[in-house]
Structures are given as structure tokens and as C-alpha cells.
């Protein structure tokens, strides 16, 4: 009983050290773009839209921490003109955070998760045999993600965090470029600060 009572007050001490963060909001991205190029099909350069994202951290009391995050186009694009598409991105990172003055904070991470592009026909492609209409594609790649954020508790535990993300997306032949930097703002809410 000892035991358990001691092993009690030693997890709800780690816990009060711990803190975990929910953040949503709003981006765009840019991508570099092929001015010089001579041949007849050039990939197009993956930029603008609105990218609304989700963003879940947890972190120790060492400032050390994790972080998932997914972004994704809010609107279909056009590709090159006639093809309707829609990129994901998602990663996992690790975190460092640290803090500048009373209200505000900084978060450093670098990690990797994915990017999936879904491609749509209008049309489908129906046969009895697959069970129905097929009305998109996707192509998926590995990517290596880098970002950080400057937070601004404006009130007790609820920040905005304006921040900033740059993606090497391995193999990325649908878009120009394999980097990939995506911009924007997040609001959100500490547990645990």
C-alpha cells in the first residue's frame, strides 16, 4: 500500500510538470516555381490557398516534447489547368520549447510524416466488378518537416502563434520543387502551463 501511495504522489507530481497544447488554424504556402524550363510539361509549383491545420503537443518538464500536426487545402486546386486536386500534410515532430518573457514562448521543431495529394476526375471510372466509381487518386510521399512558432498567451492558458514550416518532400515529381514552406497563425489552448 506504501508503494502505491508513494508511486501515486510521484506520477501527479510528473504530471503538474507536464504540459499539453491543442492548436488550430489557418496557412498558406508557397513553393518555388521553373521560369526557364523548355520542355512541353512543366509541373506546376504548389502555392497559395487557404490550408487549415490541427496541431496536438505535449511537453515535458525538460521543454522536450512531441508534436502531430495535419494541414490541408480547404479548397479544391487546379493542376496545370484541368485537374482538380487537394494536398494533406502531416507530420510528427520533436519539440523544443522555450520561453522569451511572461507571455511569450517559442517552439522549435523538426520531424517527418507525409504528403498525400488527392487527384480528382469528374468522370469516375466506373466497372461493375470494383464495386462502384472511382473519383480520385492519390500519390503520397516521405517528407522532412522543420518549423517554429513565437506564442503570445493573450489571455491565462489561450495563445496565438503566428509560425512558420518548411517541408522536403522526397520524390515530389507531381510539383516543381521538392521544398515546400507553408506560413500562418495558430490559436489555441495550454494545459498544465
Known sequence: MVVFACTLVAAARMACAQQVDFAVGG??????????????????????????SATLQYLSSRKLGLNAEIAFRDKRAIYNGFQPYRPFLY????????RFADHISGDFMAGVGGQTVLFYNEFGNCTLTSGGCITHLNSTHLLFHAGAGVRYYFWRNFFARPEAHWYYVVNNTQFHSNNLFRVGVSVG????R
Open 91 to 98: 507530420d510528427v515532430n520533436a519539440v523544443y520549447a522555450t
Open 27 to 52: 496557412s498558406t504556402v508557397w513553393s518555388p516555381q521553373n521560369t526557364t524550363a523548355a520542355v512541353g510539361f512543366i509541373p506546376p509549383a504548389m502555392r497559395g490557398g487557404v490550408y487549415p
Open 189 to 192: 489552448h495550454t494545459w498544465g
